[in-house]
Nanobody
């Protein structure tokens, strides 16, 4: 299973960005999908996650500003980020819990995409 992330970039504080991530390869089923981020000197932290049924979970720091969604037919997860703050600057990683149909369920990570918010 491979995860390909796209989107991100540079935006001024208060602006919006979106990122998306598509899973491909030997996939029998995808369970949860999510976004994590890691700023320099910090540990990787959960930003938001979404189950296959659409239940969502957000970090307190992004509630009300970020929206996670997914398209199960496309094996794609999206993260819409509004009202961005400089402290949102980080490398954003997508993550999924997928069953490959052979060896069982595993966690997979995308390559990361940079989000930079200028003040």
């Amino acid at each position: 299973v491979q995860l390909q992330a796209s989107g991100g970039g540079l935006v001024q504080a208060g602006g919006s960005l979106s990122v998306s991530c598509t899973a491909s390869g030997s996939i029998l089923a995808i369970n949860a999908m999510g976004w994590y981020r890691q700023a320099p000197g910090n540990q990787r932290e959960l930003v938001a996650s979404i189950t296959s049924g659409g239940s969502t979970n957000y970090a307190d720091s992004v509630k009300g500003r970020f929206t996670i969604s997914r398209d199960n037919a496309k094996n794609t997860v999206y993260l819409q980020m509004n009202s961005l703050k400089p402290e949102d600057t980080a490398v954003y990683y997508c993550n999924t819990d997928a069953h490959d149909g052979v060896t069982g369920s595993h966690y997979y990570w995308g390559q990361g995409t940079q989000v930079t918010v200028s003040s």
